[in-house]
């Protein structure tokens, strides 16, 4: 399973100098994306091949090496690989890596002086590490999902309330033993919540908590949770916990994260904007966010995912711009493309510490491209 491991390995891959190709082919089931598999990957090794005609020509020998190897070898791209596949080739750096994908992604084919690995980068942030418990009165079912697929499954019951035959009592005998009952659910509530706080604190933690159950049930644990936990909680839904199975129970988790993540990201999106509306601790657009990344101010780096614009780096100052041409228009040294400027900030963007956010659903970041907090107030230049 893709992890961010196996990423940070890739992105440190000594390439020595020779092109990468990175393949990512849809593998998503559907009416058209499986029958014309062939043809499609046929169609981006192609595209691949017409992007290397300009590198000098040992780079151009590798990556022909490559194109090749990938058509000989198109049974690779195969469906049980799950909903994506990436593929990274160089043959003259001795690289070839394929992964398979959690989720669907676009088809691409990318000729870089790295492997292109935002969109890797792009699935591990959305494919988060779903906590979801479902709790009833005496019993709690806790679901740990990573990348979409189900990592461990656990039960919890507690003493069972004995049933009171509530004829025999009188009103105040009726009060006492709801009253017990209560004690007890709110106990077992406890439980659950202490065993969700340690899953929480040990090593592999979780990113959301996602509560299923019926409606008291679920408020009673939300309340009985840390604040360090209850800050995780993404939502909650109703199901039956007689007929529930992990696949139903992933299906809940998905549809309240996704709900979540689109709030989330409108959220971030919206203080974005208004940190960039009312001072100088934010920027907005492109190129705008190319300079604050140039100048290493750059906290966090938003940008929308699927989206990829060339560019160019200097190949004297290191700078990143959208500018095509021969020459840098800062220092005059000379430019060289790159098939995504984003990428470039994004890898630009980690080495300096900052963060980088991946942007899925449409909003107004999507006008503007990329943006960017900043971690300081570029200095005043007006002298005055
Ligand atoms: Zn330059």
Redesign the pocket.
């Given at each position: 399973m893709l992890d961010q491991a196996q990423i940070d390995r890739l992105r440190r891959t000594d390439t020595g100098g020779y092109p990468v190709l990175s393949v990512y082919v849809n593998l998503q089931p559907g009416p058209e994306s499986l029958r014309n598999l062939p043809a499609r990957i046929k169609d981006l090794l192609s595209q691949a091949e017409s992007s290397s005609e300009a590198l000098p020509r040992s780079q151009r020998l590798s990556i022909r090496g490559d194109l090749q190897a990938l058509s000989r070898d198109v049974g690779r791209f195969g469906a049980d690989l799950g909903h994506g596949v990436a593929v990274f080739r160089s043959s003259g750096a001795g690289i070839d890596e394929q992964f398979a994908l959690p989720g669907p992604v676009r088809d691409r084919a990318i000729v870089d002086a790295a492997p292109y690995i935002r969109p890797l980068e792009a699935m591990i942030e959305h494919y988060q590490r779903y906590c979801v418990a479902v709790i009833g009165r005496r019993f709690g079912s806790i679901f740990r999902f990573s990348m979409d697929q189900l990592d461990t499954w656990e039960e919890m019951r507690d003493e069972e309330i004995r049933k009171a035959n509530y004829g025999g009592f009188s009103g105040y005998e009726e009060q006492r033993v709801r009253a017990r009952a209560d004690e007890m659910a709110a106990r077992h509530y406890r439980h659950v919540a202490e065993r969700l706080t340690e899953l929480r604190r040990s090593d592999g933690g979780f990113d959301l908590l996602i509560v299923g159950g019926s409606d008291p049930h679920v408020a009673g644990l939300l309340e009985a949770l840390p604040p360090d936990v209850a800050e995780l909680s993404a939502g909650t839904f109703v199901i039956d916990p007689g007929t529930m199975t992990p696949a139903t129970v992933l299906d809940h988790a998905r549809r309240v994260a996704g709900e979540w993540e689109v709030q989330e990201e409108h959220r971030l999106i919206a203080d974005l904007f208004e940190a960039a509306a009312s001072g100088r601790m934010a920027v907005l657009g492109l190129e705008e966010t190319c300079a604050a990344v140039n100048r290493h101010s750059v906290e966090v780096l938003y940008v929308q995912a699927e989206r990829t614009t060339p560019g160019s780096t200097?190949v004297?100052?290191g700078?990143v711009t959208c500018e095509i041409g021969s020459t840098?228009s800062?220092?005059g040294?000379p430019l060289r493309s790159i098939p995504d400027v984003v990428d470039r900030l994004s890898e630009s963007v980690r080495a300096s510490g900052g963060r980088v956010r991946h942007v899925l659903n449409a909003g107004p970041l999507a006008e503007v491209e990329a943006g960017a907090l900043l971690r300081y107030q570029d200095p005043m230049v007006d002298p005055t």
């Open positions: 200097c004297n100052c700078r840098c800062v220092c040294g």
